[in-house]
């Protein structure tokens, strides 16, 4: 059952701390997106990689977010330091090239919580 | 960068009803995909349809890319059709991925 795996399910960190969020793409994708949920925003892009090179990240905030490949198995998502306006549902998807486009399979999500 | 709009906002139905969804977007696009957000917060993919007509049991979906327009169709509505409908449209050479439409809300009432 090939799915996108995302780790942790459900994180509650205070303010200034380190978040990691992972995530497992399916295998033999070669494209990972990273998303971000908020009843105010709807879902914004942060960040997208293809065969692990980052491809765009404009979405993200610089200065405290970063997103890497370290291999093609995992992606991963940090905040350093972490803000309370930082709280919403991180969503990862895997994508797979199909006549020029790429049809994407999202994971369940990381519910963070800055407090 | 490319506009997606999606109507209505809001749709209640009665268990049974049909319904038709729709999603605009300005610009031409390589990839529109339809996904489903289930009370529990998970998005499940609809269809993959950047042209044509698609259907896979009670939903269908008809993209008809020169006019910009994606209209997703579900029919003999149930109660675990209820969730955020959303729409994703891809333009590679904007360097614009997947970009979400507001969404659909949609309650079905037993």
């Known amino acids: 059952d090939a799915r996108v795996t995302q780790t942790p399910r459900h994180k509650v960190t205070e303010m200034g701390q380190e978040v990691t969020m992972r995530c497992q793409p399916i295998l033999g994708h070669n494209t990972v997106f990273w998303y971000r949920q908020t009843m105010m925003q709807g879902l914004e892009l942060l960040a997208y990689?293809?065969?692990?090179?980052?491809?765009?990240d404009s979405g993200m905030p610089k200065d405290r977010f970063s997103a890497e490949m370290p291999d093609a198995t995992l992606a991963t998502l940090k905040i350093q330091p972490s803000e309370p306006r930082d709280s919403a549902v991180y969503f990862c998807?895997?994508?797979?090239?199909?006549?020029?486009?790429?049809?994407?399979?999202f994971g369940q999500g990381t519910r963070l919580t800055v407090v | 960068g490319i506009q997606v709009e999606q109507s209505p906002p809001d749709l209640i139905l009665q268990e049974g009803a049909n319904s038709t969804l729709r999603c605009n977007f300005s610009d031409s696009v390589n990839n529109l995909q339809w996904f489903h957000q289930n009370p529990w917060g998970q998005l499940i993919n609809l269809f993959y349809?950047?042209?044509g007509t698609k259907q896979n049991g009670r939903l269908s979906a008809t993209t008809v890319a020169t006019e910009r327009y994606s209209l997703l169709y579900i029919s003999s509505s149930q109660t675990t059709d209820s969730g955020v409908y959303f729409c994703?449209?891809?333009?590679?050479?904007?360097?614009?991925?997947?970009?979400f439409g507001p969404g659909t809300r949609l309650s079905v009432l037993p």
């Open positions: 994703a449209v891809e333009r590679k050479d904007y360097g614009q991925n997947f970009v």
């Open positions: 990689f293809r065969n692990r090179a980052p491809l765009d």
């Open positions: 349809i950047p042209s």
């Open positions: 998807a895997s994508g797979l090239v199909l006549h020029g486009g790429t049809e994407a399979f």
